[in-house]
């Protein structure tokens, strides 16, 4: 069988631009921005800290409620780009 599959995910909260790019024969959906680049550093991240998941501060605040969520502070980093 195959083996078990392994994700990273990051989350960061933000306005982007976001739409739909190409022809009739091909479309390609995209999102650029600020957030797109964080959420892409903080999944980098993820390895760094053995972790499926980072949040983003930002985000973690929007949240309605942080009893809905398991969650713990990792470290406070300055990410590159």
């Given at each position: 069988?195959?083996?078990?599959?392994?994700?990273?995910?990051?989350?960061?909260?933000?306005?982007?631009?976001?739409?739909?790019?190409?022809?009739?024969?091909?479309?390609?959906f995209?999102?650029?921005?600020?957030?797109?680049?964080?959420?892409?550093?903080?999944?980098?991240?993820?390895?760094?800290?053995?972790?499926?998941?980072?949040?983003?501060?930002?985000?973690?605040?929007?949240?309605?409620?942080?009893?809905?969520?398991?969650?713990?502070?990792?470290?406070?980093?300055?990410?590159?780009?």
């Open positions: 069988g195959l083996g078990p599959l392994s994700i990273r995910i990051g989350i960061h909260t933000g306005k982007v631009l976001s739409g739909n790019i190409g022809s009739d024969q091909k479309m390609k995209g999102c650029m921005g600020d957030p797109v680049n964080l959420a892409s550093r903080l999944e980098g991240l993820c390895k760094l800290y053995g972790v499926e998941i980072i949040c983003s501060e930002d985000t973690v605040r929007l949240l309605p409620s942080r009893d809905t969520f398991l969650l713990r502070e990792l470290d406070l980093v300055r990410v590159k780009g």
